[in-house]
């Protein structure tokens, strides 16, 4: 990572790990991100992450499955409302396994904006569940659990080759 040419200088900054509160204007529910590197003029935030795969198409899919991207708007969301500029969110990939790939993705426009689209229901039901005091989650009752269809078939499989080397 140190020796990458774009993506150390997105990390080797004063501000690391800057952790920042503000309330949302819409519901006024307090907000909390921490920002893995801030620019000291503060119109970037990079934000580092670990992945299996940092090739562009497989971490493209890892912004969309993971809600990266509602993050990066919750992160400029967060900067703006502190009145920081927050001008450009940038992605610095590291594959967890060697050689620990690294690549750097800014995400811009209709991502990010697509991240607002699905912050907002987010931050009013957050909200909603803050002032009733009451959350969503699984009902409160007892439920039976088993084991799974293809699981009989592998504990009957296992029998019958236990059986056989018992015989043998």
């Not at 800014?106 to 229901?121: S, Y």
């Not at 084991?147 to 009957?156: G, K, S, T």
Request: some cysteine; charged content about 25%.
């Amino acid at each position: 990572l140190r020796a990458h040419p774009l993506a150390w200088p997105l990390l080797d900054v004063e501000r690391v790990e800057v952790t920042a509160v503000w309330d949302d204007a819409a519901t006024g529910v307090r907000c909390k991100a921490r920002y893995d590197a801030l620019f000291d003029d503060s119109t970037m935030i990079a934000d580092l992450k670990t992945t299996e795969n940092a090739a562009k198409p497989a971490f493209t899919k890892t912004v969309y499955d993971l809600g990266y991207y509602i993050q990066a708007a919750f992160y400029v969301s967060g900067a703006l409302a502190l009145g920081l500029p927050a001008e450009e969110f940038v992605f610095v990939a590291v594959e967890k396994v060697p050689i620990y790939g690294v690549k750097v993705y800014p995400i811009r426009g209709e991502a990010i904006a697509a991240g607002q689209t699905e912050l907002r229901p987010l931050l009013d039901l957050w909200g909603a569940c803050n002032a009733a005091g009451e959350w969503p989650g699984y009902p409160a009752e007892v439920d039976e659990i088993s084991l799974p269809p293809h699981a009989w078939r592998q504990i009957e499989a296992r029998a019958v080759e236990r059986t056989l080397a018992l015989e043998e």
